[in-house]
């Protein structure tokens, strides 16, 4: 393969438009999946250029991944995405700015809320959202939106492990979705949507009124649950009092603990239920792997329950979820900003300029996981297998990954375990995956049955 010269550009899609620039062919709805199909047609790395030199650049293989998570040369990039959730989230860990002390500050506040004893903590939560999950589901049911449900369940567990706060996911259920994670759901949207160049600018005045609604009425929320925590003055082993008591450092401002904690819901409740909806489909449409989580999770359970220290028993299932991450990751990928001149994949990168990673192609480069990259295929997982850290990233990278990456897969294992060993999986319909800042199975239904 020839290397490009510095005199050469990075590839763009073909039919650019005078001063608008590339602008044909983009998918306001579906835009990271457009990219990956992009990347058949130009290779793992192209651009998109808009009026005013706006450029949105893109890399999709695993060499060029081991290039931008590299430190001493790249960073973070803010990018324009995590601007329009800053009205919900504010100078939360996800949102603040690189190195700002209101990033340090948080970081330092909820890192001992993710430690194996704090998940200790958190795992009778898990347990007992499980419970709730299986009393809706009663004999069984045909589930419609298995994304939506799995997403109520991860919003339970995040309320009640982060906050003792009982979010009430399936009480209402029948009658509608719980309006905090409508909400969420909205605001996801409306971040991706308004935030592409150019396209953005379609989103309309309806959808920002929305969008400002569901910001003041979910901080609404948090700051009752808040002020509810602190007038009771009782102590409880969650990740809000770790918040408003650190063990070091002084407490946590008002307005910032509010951020954090919505910042908390945003990260631990969609991105989750995604999760546990790709491998609810996976399994449904696998009877026989079905049958191994099943008879894995029967083994370690004692009194219909799931010890906390047998969840990091549950290997088909850890390979099973980590398989649906490696195909469909609910985070499709991450944004990377040059520390200084440098270069990518061979072409000249000037310093400033930002890539986004796209995990969904990185994680089907068949460089890394051959021919049969495509494919959902759990056991490649088993026997202790583990990628380099630059085929597969499913959390992030650098100080700004994932922090609760060990809760959302504890909480994963526990609560995909628990299900299909009480219930056979059964599919209705193909697999479409909508966008919301994250992938998502769009109405995924699916059959519920309980097993006597």
């Not at 969840?311 to 991450?334: C, Q």
């Not at 990954?401 to 628990?418: D, P, R, T, V, Y």
């Amino acid at each position: 393969m020839t290397k490009p010269t510095a005199a050469q550009s990075i590839p763009h899609p073909p039919k650019r438009v005078p001063i608008l620039g590339d602008v044909l062919g983009m998918d306001r709805k579906r835009p990271n999946q457009k990219t990956l199909w992009q990347f058949s047609q130009l290779g793992p790395l192209y651009r998109r250029t808009f009026v005013g030199g706006i450029h949105l650049t893109f890399a999709g293989s695993s060499d060029l991944m081991r290039e931008v998570i590299d430190e001493k040369s790249w960073q973070r990039h803010f990018a324009r995405p995590y601007e329009k959730l800053r009205a919900i989230a504010g100078n939360g860990l996800f949102t603040a700015s690189n190195d700002s002390m209101e990033w340090k500050r948080g970081h330092e506040a909820l890192i001992q809320g993710f430690v194996p004893a704090a998940l200790a903590d958190y795992h009778d939560a898990f347990v007992h959202v499980a419970e709730q999950t299986a009393q809706w589901l009663g004999q069984g049911r045909t589930v419609t939106d298995t994304a939506a449900m799995m997403g109520d369940a991860a919003l339970e567990a995040i309320g009640l492990a982060g906050f003792g706060y009982p979010v009430g996911a399936f009480t209402d259920r029948d009658t509608g979705r719980n309006p905090f994670a409508d909400a969420l759901t909205r605001v996801f949207a409306y971040a991706q949507e308004s935030a592409i160049p150019v396209v953005g600018k379609l989103t309309g005045g309806k959808r920002a009124r929305q969008n400002d609604t569901d910001v003041a009425f979910m901080k609404g929320v948090v700051s009752e649950v808040i002020e509810a925590r602190r007038q009771s003055g009782q102590r409880y082993p969650d990740l809000l009092d770790r918040m408003m008591y650190p063990v070091e450092g002084p407490a946590l401002p008002d307005d910032n603990l509010v951020e954090q904690v919505l910042t908390l819901f945003v990260a631990g409740h969609e991105t989750t239920g995604n999760l546990l909806a790709f491998v609810a489909h996976f399994l449904a449409n696998d009877p026989e792997l079905a049958a191994r989580v099943r008879a894995e999770a029967s083994a370690l359970t004692t009194d219909g329950r799931i010890a906390y220290e047998d969840v990091a028993k549950l290997e088909v299932t850890d390979a099973v979820i980590a398989e649906a991450l490696r195909l469909w990751p609910v985070a499709p990928g991450f944004f990377r900003e040059a520390r200084q001149d440098t270069t990518l994949g061979g072409y000249p990168i000037a310093a400033g300029d930002w890539v986004f990673v796209l995990l969904l192609a990185v994680h089907r480069d068949p460089a890394v996981w051959g021919t049969d990259a495509d494919e959902f295929r759990p056991d490649r997982w088993m026997g202790g297998f583990r990628p380099k850290p630059w085929a597969y990233r499913p959390f992030g990278t650098g100080p700004r990954a994932c922090i609760g990456q060990a809760f959302a897969l504890h909480e994963a294992k526990l609560l995909i375990a628990s299900l299909v060993r009480d219930y056979e999986l059964t599919p209705h319909g193909e697999l479409d995956v909508e966008e919301n800042l994250t992938l998502r199975p769009a109405n995924l239904e699916i059959g519920f049955r309980r097993i006597e």
